[in-house]
């Protein structure tokens, strides 16, 4: 596995580095994550926006919490505050769910939205977290979702481990599919499960992430155990 291991306070720096080298100026599609991740990709990504002049990128979520939009759960509001508002961006680049709907069609209407986004082109760059039980975006260990054969690009859950309980998230074989993933892990608590990681045990982070672009940027605190 590809691993950049560095002090947290070059995070930011490092991973700005490692998003321009996946970019490029046709149409570029990025998903976001909530968790430890969203502070250091908010964080690289002004840097992006402010050292290049870029009209061409689109961002959408890898998973989002099933609740109010104002609540201050829902992921696209800390992102909102923390990047969107700082930057220049045309908020039709910003692809999100309708929590207002039911949630199967609010996954359904997502779905279409990414579809229609897409075009039956692969997510350029996922910008991922994990959790300490080895989940990304809403794919928790033992989960049906993470065995799931679909054609769609997501799908919803009602029975989350963590909380909330309702999710959207994109499905395994579309992280899988997209062209470049980056996850991005900080601190001791993370420490343990990336030791499994890079033992390679089964668990949805690892078992969706081909090994060729998929790359770990991991804080000295996150890497303790490896060798």
Known sequence: MKKSVCKNSDMVDVLYDMIYT??????FVIGLSGG???KPTCEALKLLHTRKDISNIWYIFCDERYVDRTSSDFTLNYYMINLFNEIKIDKSHIICINPSLEIDQCAKKYNDDLSSLLNGKSIDLLLLGIGDDGHTCSLFPGHVLTKTKSENLVDYLCDSPKPPSKRVTLLPQTVTNAK?????VTGKGKARIIERVFNNQEMPCVNCAPIENTMWLLDNEAAEFLK
Do not use: V
């Open 180 to 184: 470049n993933r980056i996850y991005i």
């Open 36 to 38: 430890s991740a969203a």
């Open 22 to 27: 996946c970019y490029n100026d046709s149409k």
